[in-house]
DNA sequence: ATATTTTAAGATAAAAAAACTCTTTTTTAA
DNA sequence: TTAAAAAAGAGTTTTTTTATCTTAAAATAT
C-alpha cells in the first residue's frame, strides 16, 4: 500500500519544475543532482513523464527538460499514474483480472470505492500547491 | 499502490466468518478451501489475525480458528493493518525513515494527508458491511 | 498415559516486482 | 562533422511478496 520510489522521484523532480526558472531545459544529470535521484533511473522516468506529456524534452545541446503545461493543470494523480500506471488498489480491480468471486463480492465493491476516493484525493492536489 | 494477496486474503476469511456459523471452529484447510487461499500461507496470516485479536484459535480437536469479535467491530483498516503492518504511502511517513528533505517537504505533508484520508475510508467499512 | 488432531512458530525457498544500470541509437546545435 | 543530449530497450541487482516445510506445543478422545 505504497507509492513507489520512482512515484516519489517524479513527484520530486516535478515539483522541483515548479519553482523552477520558466521555460529553460534542465538535463537529466541536474535534475538528479537537485532532486537526490539516481541518474541513470531517472532517465526512465523522465522517458514516462514526457510521454503522459506533464514534461517536454529536447535533444542535442541546449536540450534538456522542462514542463510542458502550467504546474495548476498537473496533479499528483497525472504524475503518480505516468510512472506506475493506473491505480488499482487490488488485482481483481483490473479489468481481466477478477477472481471468480468477483461478480458479486463484496470487498471487491469495497475496494473499488477506496480506489476511486484516493484516486480523487490525488487529483485534488496539483503542482503548484507543492511550492 | 495495492494491498498484498494476503491482505486480500485474510478479507476474505474474515468475510467468509461474518457469515458463518456463529462461534463454531472451522480448521486451516477449511478455510483454505472455501476461500480458495493456499493452506500453508494461510497458516500465516491466521496467526497475523488472531495475534491482533481479530481471530481466536484452540489447538486440537474440535480446534480451529473462529471470530474473537463481532463482525460490526472489525473494519478493513483492522484487518489490513493485521496482516501488512502499518498505512504509509511513502516510505518518509514512518518515523526514522525520512529523507533529508522531509522538514519542509510539501509532498510528504500532502502525502501524509492522504494516508489519513485513506485510513479512515478503510476504517469506515466494518466485516458486517460485507455480507 | 498415549495417539491423534490441530494450531504456533520460525526457517527457508521460489517467484515476482522494484530499483537501478548499461549500451546503442537518434536528434540537435554548434 | 563532431559533441552533447535524450530515447529506447535490454539487462542486472536487490527487495518484497508469496508460499512451503519442519518442528514444537496444545488439546482431546480413547
Ligand atoms: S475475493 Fe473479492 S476482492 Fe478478493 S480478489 Fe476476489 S473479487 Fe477481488
Ligand atoms: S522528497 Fe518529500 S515526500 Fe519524497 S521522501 Fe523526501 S520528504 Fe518524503
Redesign the interface.
Known sequence: ???T?AS?YA??VV?FFATAEKNRYYMRNELSEIC?VPDSFLGKILQHLVKSGILESERGKKGGFRLSKNPEDIT?YDI?RSV?GE??????LVEGNA???SGNC??HN??D??RC??IN??KK?NVS???
Open positions: 500500500m505504497k507509492i520510489k516519489d513527484l520530486r515539483g537526490s499528483l503518480i506506475e491505480i488499482v488498489i487490488n488485482e481483481c477472481c471468480k468471486i463484496k470487498i469495497v475496494l470505492q477506496v476516493n484516493l484525493e490525488l492536489v500547491n507543492l511550492v
